[in-house]
């Protein structure tokens, strides 16, 4: 088994002679080590501290200031909200804390309506994608294995080129003189065009079509580590193909299947350029409500009251994917 | 397996796959055609190929975006590599949650919520010390490597922990140096795992346009940003051969990287069996 690592080495033989080069270049390494020592530093908490202040700084601090903002009046100017705190004079200070905002949201038909909305397009997307991709993770796993990387990069291939692309493709596949509508026209079926651009059918279709890859990928591992002596003894004993699948794929694949449906819901629920390309003027999401507040309205406060309270309505599923993922770690392990 | 679920399976496995690339075939088809209408068949033709290479505008788009992801990857995958080394290595330590938790947060926030909250912190900081000054390349830079560092974490970080920690015991066992193993053991073996975190890193920043869109000034437009003004005024040709010149480059790349990492298993199973047949 030692002789097999040494092997491994030999694979990439270029790679450890050059490094050892850079690290007698590095001289000052050492010099470095010696000065963080000085200053109570270890390396593993010079390693650790170099993300987490950029973290700290990038995605922490950001969120504090969404926070505060979202609380904060709007005035004109730059930038154009009211601070919190004002020194009225050396002694006193003004605190002021407006949860106007909230309140807007809440009395605000167009906003609820917006909130419902999104939740519904993520949650009937979620579902067609399951259904489809459900199928297509359970083919792949049980492919021959040769087929398997292959099938596997075809369902990925898609992911890495532009999705704006690829959202912008179905505007021309559904638009009036669009592909579909071009088929069905010169086949007779229809006599004149069915409008499928601007509806929440083509939103739904988008996010399905997008975000597809996300669900298969974790179905795929969860079905392919699925333990196949099982249906068969369930076979044996007389169960049906359908109550089988019901009874031991589903419960034993639930870990593939919650983390796909949260991989899917939780970016479907936020997302802007599926409704704005191919949504109408009242597929109205939250992600495009905040965009519009934002850069049409010019209303930052109540933009990022807009973000909080997505940000409220993501917290359930993102600890729900948090905990599965967690648990597929350790399956792993 | 029983005849008629296979059955089933394959139809749905076919559907799938053509619902993934008939999208992507059309915008392929209809890049080479000569009617401005991009559905109406006229005839073949390589003008929007020819229209595109004099478009100065995408041309520097796409320079931009080139020079934006090529940094961000390079900072994502630094800062995400030693973020994925101390969660995989370094076991409990103060702030570890804390640093799992912004780590990965990144991959399931909503982009108008990043984009937002870091536009707001740039505002806040020009106001508070001056710097950055205006928006443009660095705060579009910082924005994305902020959001990719995260998928290079979660990368390495698994990477490391299906890695067996014996090879590095066994060299610190020896009196290597911590640093010394990590360049001369740990690095060379996760080194395919970076370098797939350094593709993923400048593919998210090359493809983003939410986040930009909030974090980018006048005169800064990356390719996203441009395609998606055209593209909200209706579908054009030109558009559709950029969309295919992207997609083959991305093809090409994607496969021949396939290709090699299987020729590397293959050697790596091979180098095994011969071992375990020498040791025998």
Same mark, same amino acid.
């Given at each position: 088994m030692k002789r097999g690592r040494t092997g491994n080495r030999r694979s990439s033989p270029f790679v450890q002679p050059e490094l050892m080069a850079w690290m007698r270049a590095l001289g000052p390494y050492r010099w470095a080590s010696v000065c963080l020592r000085a200053w109570g530093m270890t390396g593993r908490a010079a390693v650790t501290s170099v993300p987490y202040l950029w973290l700290l700084l990038f995605f922490l601090v950001p969120f504090l200031i969404v926070l505060k903002i979202s609380v904060s009046d709007i005035r004109l100017g730059m930038p154009p909200y009211e601070p919190l705190?004002?020194?009225?004079?050396?002694q006193v200070v003004e605190f002021r804390l407006n949860l106007a905002n909230y309140a807007f949201l809440w009395e605000d038909a167009l906003y609820r309506h917006a909130y419902l909305n999104s939740l519904l397009t993520a949650g009937v997307s979620t579902l067609l994608c399951l259904l489809i991709g459900y199928p297509m993770a359970y083919g792949i796993a049980r492919a021959k294995p040769s087929w398997r990387n292959l099938l596997l990069l075809l369902v990925m291939l898609p992911f890495w080129t532009s999705f704006l692309l690829r959202v912008y493709a179905w505007i021309g596949i559904l638009k009036n003189n669009g592909l579909i509508n071009n088929l069905l026209l010169a086949i007779g079926v229809i006599d004149e065009p069915i409008v499928m651009l601007q509806t929440d059918f083509a939103v739904y279709l988008g996010i399905v079509y997008s975000y597809l890859p996300f669900m298969v990928l974790p179905l795929y591992t969860a079905i392919e580590k699925l333990d196949l002596s099982l249906l068969e003894a369930a076979a044996d004993l007389g169960c049906r193909p359908v109550r089988a699948f019901l009874a031991i794929t589903v419960p034993l694949t639930m870990t593939g299947i919650v983390a796909g449906c949260m991989l899917v819901f939780i970016p479907a629920v936020g997302e802007f350029v599926i409704p704005a390309l191919l949504g109408g003027p009242d597929s109205l999401m939250i992600g495009r409500v905040l965009w519009e507040e934002f850069f049409n309205n010019r209303d930052w406060p109540v933009a990022s009251s807009v973000a909080i309270a997505m940000l409220l309505l993501l917290v359930i599923p993102i600890m729900i994917l948090q905990r599965v993922q967690g648990q597929q770690m350790w399956a792993h392990r | 397996m029983n005849q008629r679920r296979s059955f089933f399976v394959l139809t749905m496995m076919t559907f799938g796959f053509a619902f993934l690339y008939i999208p992507i075939l059309s915008l392929i088809v209809y890049s080479f055609n000569e009617s401005r209408l991009v559905t109406v068949w006229a005839g073949f033709s390589t003008k929007w190929y020819v229209a595109l290479l004099h478009n100065e505008a995408v041309i520097n788009a796409a320079k931009l975006s080139l020079k934006i992801a090529a940094l961000n990857a390079t900072g994502a995958t630094i800062l995400g590599t030693l973020a994925g080394l101390a969660l995989a290595? !370094?076991?409990? !330590?103060?702030g570890r949650s804390l640093l799992t938790g912004m780590a990965t947060a990144p991959l399931v926030m909503p982009e108008v919520i990043t984009g937002l909250s870091l536009l707001l912190l740039f505002v806040a900081m020009e106001q508070a010390f001056g710097w950055p000054a205006g928006r443009g390349f660095t705060t579009i830079t910082i924005a994305h490597i902020t959001f990719s560092m995260a998928y290079v974490t979660v990368v390495v970080q698994s990477r490391l922990s299906t890695l067996d920690e014996s090879l590095e015991e066994a060299a610190m066992d020896l009196g290597a140096r911590p640093a010394k193993v990590f360049f001369l053991i740990t690095l060379p073996i996760i080194l395919p795992a970076i370098l797939a975190g350094w593709l993923l890193a400048f593919t998210l920043s090359w493809d983003d346009l939410v986040i930009t869109s909030f974090v980018s000034g006048p005169g800064s437009s990356t390719l996203p940003i441009l395609i998606f003004s055209k593209v909200r005024l209706g579908v054009s040709p030109d558009i559709n051969a950029l969309a295919t010149i992207l997609v083959l480059i991305v093809a090409t790349g994607i496969v021949t990287a396939g290709i090699y990492m299987q020729r590397q298993q293959k050697r790596r199973d091979r180098d095994m069996q011969q071992a375990l047949a020498d040791n025998l």
């Open positions: 705190i004002t020194w009225v004079s050396a | 290595r !370094f076991g409990r !330590f103060r």
